[in-house]
């Protein structure tokens, strides 16, 4: 695939093809049912509410991605005057905060999750309600309730912690490579 | 005590986003009832869960598929056939170029490194001073978010109530085509070195009805998408999947520029970008809950109310304002904390509400020319390679020729809100 050829660390690679794959479906799904709706008059009852779950995973793991090749935008007026050095030093303690950051942020998520999570999304209930009951498959129906999808938070959270940790690992390599 | 973590965050060059994040996490954390730490995920995921929103992304892909089709030269042809025989001719070409890659990409950013990576070295060959090349492609740059489609627009009508993105859309048309021509009157009256012959070095030999031709491909997108949203066929959102779905056949298609295997990457990379400003957007309604939840917004409201008496002492607060902030903060995250507060007291004080809109979004895209965060110097200077000091020297003239454009903008409505009403609006 493509995809594993332009990264080389398995994180990358996990948060690049989520993000890639959420953009791809979420596309996909708002285009068709665009179409559909222009041309036939009808459209999905889940082709609003599926794209804005998809967007939020595909900004999730975007956001850990983004982070793994320094994409964010940072203030870097105080830490242009510093030296090169100072700044590798520096970029290494955000990076501890900010997997601190993920990992408060996926606690959030989970709490988010456990006290919202038993709603049900209207949009997608009744087509997986019949999708669970026609595939004989009951567990499909996690995807009507909205836990499923605000465990985003939790993913996201989760990936963004590792990417930061990663990105710390990759600085500490740079500094010991340089004191040999 | 959060707000010092979040100075502190941004200060020792934490992103933005997460520096919100963690002063908020902090605070939810240590604060009592009603503070919790899950209301930090629970705004985050409110303040994305938007279906209009997700054009911001498809439009990012939109633009990222046009660009990986090789259109910037195409661009670049199409505007050297109407202005690149003129007086300053390479520089024209550059402003134009810049009003049409607007329509494709509605980002500055994007429009910086498109046009800079082939202006620059062109235009310091034939003469131009480099640091003068890098700062007006900077400068017009900023034209992106102004011309529809825009990313900003879209943020904007999200962010308050009663303003439409067809609206606005159609009110951004007339003051960045007019910041595109004081840009041109400024360069053709300071420029002596370039005679118009100088820029057929761009036409690569093709002619000027091929090079027509060719521009009408990558053209005929904005006007397919603006049209179909100013017509009310479709909404924003799939106006974007519209465009991403053009630029996929004229790429892989037409220009045969894109193959099937490039698309993973381009996918993942635009949700990447996508994701740098959406996270902003979630870190940002979190906060505005927070503020909300403890009046912030209503007591300024009351305040500003009672010392400001009328639109054009008001307006001139909100230039200063917006010109300060854009200094130091991102222009999204300004927008999305600010605009909340100073739409009523605009709308109050019987400013349109569109007529503001544009006013605010174009004076923070002038913040992206001015250091230290502005984005689009950052991208010419990644390119021109001339050191930040004499880049900002040379952009000030631009900065300044922008300013008046704002000026003129802020206080004659009718350039503004004239199109608009014109079609109904």
């Given at each position: 695939?493509?995809?594993?050829?332009?990264?080389?660390?398995?994180?990358?690679?996990v948060?690049?093809?989520?993000?890639?794959?959420?953009?791809?479906?979420?596309?996909?799904i708002?285009?068709?049912?665009?179409?559909?709706?222009?041309?036939?008059?009808?459209?999905?009852?889940?082709?609003?509410?599926?794209p804005?779950?998809?967007?939020?995973?595909?900004?999730?793991?975007?956001?850990?991605?983004?982070?793994?090749?320094?994409?964010?935008?940072?203030?870097?007026l105080?830490i242009?005057?510093?030296s090169e050095?100072?700044?590798?030093?520096?970029?290494a303690?955000?990076?501890?905060?900010?997997a601190?950051?993920?990992?408060?942020?996926?606690?959030?998520?989970y709490?988010?999750?456990?006290?919202?999570?038993n709603l049900e999304?209207?949009?997608?209930?009744?087509?997986?309600?019949?999708?669970?009951?026609?595939?004989?498959?009951?567990?499909?129906?996690?995807?009507?309730?909205?836990?499923f999808?605000?465990?985003?938070?939790?993913?996201?959270?989760?990936?963004?912690?590792f990417?930061?940790?990663?990105?710390?690992?990759?600085?500490?390599?740079q500094?010991?490579?340089?004191?040999? | 005590?959060a707000?010092?973590?979040?100075?502190?965050?941004?200060?020792?060059?934490?992103?933005?986003?997460?520096?919100?994040?963690?002063?908020?996490?902090?605070?939810?954390?240590?604060?009592?009832?009603?503070?919790?730490?899950?209301?930090?995920a629970?705004?985050?995921?409110?303040?994305?869960?938007?279906?209009?929103?997700?054009?911001?992304?498809?439009?990012?892909?939109?633009?990222?598929?046009?660009?990986?089709?090789?259109i910037?030269?195409?661009?670049?042809?199409?505007?050297?056939?109407?202005?690149?025989?003129?007086?300053?001719g390479?520089?024209?070409?550059?402003?134009?170029?810049?009003?049409?890659?607007?329509?494709l990409?509605?980002?500055?950013?994007?429009?910086?490194?498109?046009?800079?990576?082939?202006?620059?070295?062109?235009?310091?060959?034939?003469?131009?001073?480099?640091?003068y090349?890098?700062?007006?492609?900077?400068?017009?740059?900023?034209?992106g978010?102004?011309?529809?489609?825009?990313?900003?627009?879209?943020?904007?009508?999200?962010?308050?109530?009663?303003?439409?993105?067809?609206?606005?859309?159609?009110?951004?048309?007339?003051?960045?085509?007019l910041l595109?021509?004081?840009?041109?009157?400024?360069?053709?009256?300071?420029?002596?070195?370039?005679h118009?012959?100088?820029?057929?070095?761009l036409?690569?030999?093709?002619?000027?009805?091929?090079?027509?031709?060719?521009?009408?491909?990558?053209?005929?997108?904005?006007?397919?998408?603006?049209?179909?949203?100013?017509?009310?066929?479709?909404?924003?959102?799939?106006?974007?999947?519209?465009?991403?779905?053009?630029?996929?056949?004229?790429?892989?298609?037409?220009?045969?520029?894109?193959r099937?295997s490039d698309?993973?990457?381009?996918?993942?990379?635009?949700?990447?970008?996508?994701?740098?400003?959406v996270?902003?957007?979630?870190?940002?309604?979190?906060?505005?809950?927070?503020?909300?939840?403890?009046?912030?917004?209503?007591?300024?409201?009351?305040?500003?109310?009672?010392?400001?008496?009328?639109?054009f002492?008001?307006?001139?607060?909100?230039i200063?304002?917006f010109?300060?902030v854009g200094?130091?903060?991102?222009?999204?995250?300004?927008?999305?904390?600010l605009?909340?507060?100073?739409?009523?007291?605009?709308?109050?004080l019987?400013?349109?509400?569109?007529?503001?809109?544009?006013?605010?979004?174009?004076?923070?895209?002038?913040?992206?020319?001015?250091?230290?965060l502005g984005?689009?110097?950052f991208?010419a200077?990644?390119?021109?390679?001339?050191?930040?000091?004499?880049?900002?020297?040379?952009?000030?003239?631009?900065?300044?020729?922008?300013v008046?454009?704002?000026?003129?903008?802020?206080?004659?409505?009718?350039?503004?809100?004239?199109?608009?009403?014109?079609?109904?609006?």
């Open positions: 695939m493509a995809i594993t050829r332009f990264s080389k660390s398995p994180l990358t690679r948060c690049a093809a989520g993000a890639g794959l959420s953009m791809a479906a979420m596309f996909a708002i285009f068709v049912n665009s179409v559909r709706r222009y041309t036939i008059g009808k459209s999905f009852e889940w082709g609003e509410e599926l804005i779950y998809m967007g939020i995973y595909g900004m999730m793991f975007g956001v850990a991605y983004a982070y793994l090749e320094d994409r964010h935008i940072r203030f870097t105080v242009d005057l510093l050095r100072a700044q590798q030093k520096l970029f303690a955000v990076d501890l905060v900010v601190l950051c993920g990992g408060l942020l996926a606690w959030s998520g709490l988010f999750v456990a006290s919202r999570g999304s209207p949009g997608l209930v009744g087509r997986v309600g019949d999708l669970a009951e026609a595939t004989g498959q009951p567990w499909m129906e996690v995807f009507a309730l909205m836990g999808w605000q465990a985003s938070m939790i993913a996201g959270g989760i990936a963004l912690c990417a930061a940790l990663s990105k710390f690992g990759e600085r500490r390599g500094f010991k490579r340089r004191r040999r | 005590m707000i010092a973590i979040l100075i502190a965050g941004l200060a020792i060059g934490m992103p933005i986003a997460f520096a919100i994040v963690a002063a908020l996490l902090y605070f939810m954390a240590a604060g009592d009832f009603p503070y919790q730490l899950r209301i930090v629970t705004e985050m995921f409110k303040g994305v869960n938007s279906y209009p929103l997700l054009a911001i992304p498809l439009f990012i892909l939109a633009g990222e598929l046009m660009n990986a089709s090789g910037t030269s195409r661009i670049i042809a199409f505007a050297n056939v109407l202005v690149g025989r003129l007086r300053a390479l520089a024209l070409v550059n402003i134009w170029a810049s009003v049409i890659f607007a329509g990409s509605g980002s500055a950013v994007a429009d910086t490194s498109a046009i800079g990576r082939v202006f620059i070295p062109e235009m310091e060959k034939h003469g131009y001073n480099r640091a090349a890098a700062a007006l492609t900077a400068a017009s740059s900023v034209i978010p102004i011309i529809p489609p825009s990313i900003p627009v879209i943020i904007y009508a999200l962010t308050v109530t009663g303003v439409s993105v067809p609206a606005l859309f159609v009110a951004g048309v007339v003051p960045g085509v595109a021509i004081f840009l041109s009157v400024y360069v053709m009256a300071t420029v002596k070195i370039d118009g012959a100088e820029a057929e070095a036409s690569s030999g093709q002619s000027a009805g091929k090079a027509l031709i060719g521009g009408i491909v990558p053209l005929l997108m904005p006007v397919f998408v603006v049209g179909s949203i100013l017509m009310g066929v479709v909404t924003p959102t799939e106006a974007a999947s519209f465009a991403v779905a053009y630029a996929l056949i004229v790429g892989v298609g037409f220009y045969r520029q894109i099937i698309l993973p990457r381009i996918f993942a990379s635009s949700m990447r970008d996508s994701a740098v400003i996270v902003i957007i979630a870190a940002v309604a979190a906060a505005n809950w927070l503020l909300t939840y403890n009046r912030v917004p209503n007591d300024v409201t009351a305040w500003v109310l009672t010392n400001v008496d009328s639109q002492s008001f307006l001139v607060v909100v200063l304002l010109l300060f200094l130091f903060l991102e222009g999204i995250a300004a927008m999305l904390v605009v909340p507060i100073l739409h009523p007291i605009a709308v109050s019987g400013v349109d509400p569109t007529h503001f809109g544009i006013v605010v979004i174009f004076n923070l895209m002038i913040g992206l020319i001015t250091p230290p984005l689009c110097l991208v200077e990644g390119i021109a390679q001339v050191g930040m000091a004499r880049l900002t020297r040379a952009v000030l003239p631009f900065f300044a020729v922008e008046l454009v704002l000026v003129i903008i802020t206080f004659v409505p009718e350039t503004v809100i004239g199109l608009p009403r014109l079609l109904g609006y």
